[in-house]
Every structure is written in C-alpha cells, then in structure tokens.
C-alpha cells in the first residue's frame, strides 16, 4: 500500500501491513496494531485519513 503525508506532499511510502512480531521499519513492514497500521487498514484507495499518534494527529 502507498502512503502520503499531507505535510510532505511530494514523499510517498510503499508499507506493507505485517503481524505484531514481523513490525521492521527498514524493509517498511509496518505492524498492523500501530496507529499508522490501524489507520491504513481501515481506509481504501483515496481516502484521507487522521493518525492519531502519541506526537498528535497528521493528516
């Protein structure tokens, strides 16, 4: 899935959803609990979304 944060507008990132324990950054497996999995996973193609992360909320 590809990923677009709106405060960086030309940046895109390609993640994949993975269990607890496959979460690694490095390879963009990003574990499906996370507030950037939990986001992702209830959202398709086009919708805009709110992360609720510990820093605050992006876009």
Do not use: C, F, K
């Amino acid at each position: 899935m590809d990923l677009q944060v709106a405060r960086w507008v030309h940046r895109r990132y390609r993640v994949n959803p993975v269990g607890t324990d496959e979460g690694d950054l490095d390879r963009n497996h990003i574990n499906w609990v996370s507030p950037l999995g939990r986001a992702s996973m209830q959202s398709t193609e086009g919708d805009s979304v709110v992360l609720e992360a510990p820093g605050g909320n992006e876009l």
